[in-house]
């Protein structure tokens, strides 16, 4: 019961619940402000990793989940309560005939891009997830010391703002799921040099 609390809580603080409101409050237009929100975001790991590394060595794993929860609860849930708008978005909606009727989407034609988004999406879940969770281990098992593990870990976030930086400059050239592709192949290739052991791990965290 523990893992599961901790687990939503962990689920309803990242960004998917933060993409999924802006998603609902400003539809097709959501994608800069997603980007926006990214790159401000993207300091949290070089942020939170050295205080997290510092938390447990005084006070403990739980010390520290329970530290970060009070963020959690002082801090940034009275933020959504208070800045967040109440309600759904009110949709622009043009007097129309009878006569002229939207026709419906052609699932048929869409079903390649569906599978590429859908494929996309599986794995850069289970990367994100591997990443964020263990590369202070992986990192520690290839014989490093915490601090040079987090040293390097708190590299993410600077390579995460430069990249997003390009996106927000080159977005309206392409389609957002070729970002999306992009994003998981170079990812992929920076994990699977870790694994392989290869001695460029600056590089692969890039």
Not at 30 to 36: L, Q
Not at 157 to 166: C, K, L, N
Not at 181 to 200: D, E, H, N, Y
Request: aromatic share 8%.
């Amino acid at each position: 019961m523990a893992w599961l609390v901790i687990g939503l809580g962990m689920g309803a603080g990242l960004y998917d619940a933060a993409f999924g409101t802006l998603g609902r409050l400003d539809g097709h237009d959501a994608r800069s402000a997603i980007t926006t929100l990214t790159l401000f975001a993207g300091f949290a790991s070089t942020i939170c990793w050295p205080i997290s590394a510092f938390l447990l060595g005084e006070i403990g794993w739980r010390g520290t989940c329970l530290a970060y929860a009070a963020v959690q609860l002082c801090l940034a849930l009275p933020l959504y309560l208070v800045i967040l708008p109440r309600g759904l978005p009110q949709p622009l909606v043009k007097a129309a005939s009878s006569a002229a009727v939207t026709p419906a989407l052609q699932t048929g034609s869409n079903l390649p891009i569906m599978v590429v988004l859908a494929s996309t999406l599986t794995l850069a879940a289970v990367i994100s997830s591997t990443l964020s969770v263990h590369l202070l281990t992986i990192l520690q098992k290839g014989g490093m010391t915490l601090a040079a593990a987090v040293g390097l870990g708190a590299l993410v976030g600077p390579f995460q703002v430069a990249a997003r930086t390009i996106e927000m400059v080159i977005a309206r050239f392409h389609h957002p799921i070729w970002t999306k592709f992009a994003s998981v192949t170079f990812v992929a290739i920076g994990v699977s040099a870790l694994w392989l052991g290869m001695p460029i791990v600056p590089l692969a965290l890039a």
